[in-house]
């Protein structure tokens, strides 16, 4: 079983707040991602890192920030929240290689983030 | 066309049936592929990883994989209600210098009692 953690489960905050969306892993994963969901739709990668002190943005353009200072550690922030932000955030961490290919991902729990 | 393609559904098989959830991909290249379940409301769980052409068989889940013709496919025997949720197919495919895990939109699956 996957050990990733993330914090808080759920988050209901005021616009203009600003917010930090924690994820942890205990695998000593290198990789580590941020996606974001709307319900009943697909998956966006928003952030995402290969390593301490590396990070890349992802797909669909986002307005929050990553920071990558710890291996085990890949916090998700966001300076004003606005309605708009409202979404699950899924963090997901993977190992560099794989035995046979590519790691797979293993997800958190998630956060659903609500701003009114 | 996209990258990862299936079927949005949903699905619908009776309890007790095999569903057949389908996957296409772009890149030739790509090397693994894997199948995440994700319940309404939760997070993808993987269920399969398949990286070699044929079959891979866990339980009542097998990975289908044919790279020639690009597609690879997930059955599950008999079906349970349980089983109800999205199915997402997952592949890798280089981007510039950069391998990434590239994700489909799901299929829905819904096992009636």
């Known amino acids: 079983e996957a050990d990733i953690y993330q914090t808080p489960r759920y988050l209901v905050i005021g616009t203009g707040k600003k917010i930090t969306l924690e994820c942890s892993q205990t695998m000593g994963h290198d990789k580590m991602y941020w996606y974001q969901q709307d319900p009943g739709m697909e998956l966006h990668l928003i952030h995402y890192s290969y390593g301490v002190n590396s990070t890349e943005k992802g797909d669909l353009s986002s307005e929050s920030t990553v920071s990558r200072i710890r291996t085990e550690h890949f916090p998700l922030t966001l300076e004003s929240a606005r309605p708009s932000h409202t979404s699950q955030y899924l963090c997901a961490s993977s190992a560099l290689h794989g035995t046979s290919g590519f790691s797979p991902l293993h997800f958190g729990n998630g956060t659903r983030l609500t701003v009114t | 066309q996209k990258e990862v393609e299936q079927n949005s559904g949903p699905l619908s098989v009776p309890e007790g049936a095999i569903a057949s959830l389908n996957c296409t991909y772009s890149d030739r290249g790509s090397q693994s592929f894997f199948w995440y379940r994700q319940y309404s409301g939760k997070s993808p769980e993987l269920i399969m990883s398949?990286?070699?052409?044929g079959d891979k068989e866990d339980g009542r889940f097998t990975a289908q994989l044919n790279k020639a013709s690009q597609y690879v496919s997930l059955l599950i025997r008999d079906s349970q209600p349980s089983d109800s949720a999205t199915y997402l197919c997952?592949?890798?495919?280089?981007?510039?210098?950069?391998?990434?895990?590239?994700f489909g939109t799901g299929t829905l699956l819904a096992v009636q009692p």
């Open positions: 398949i990286y070699s052409n």
């Open positions: 997952a592949v890798n495919m280089f981007r510039g210098a950069t391998n990434k895990l590239i």
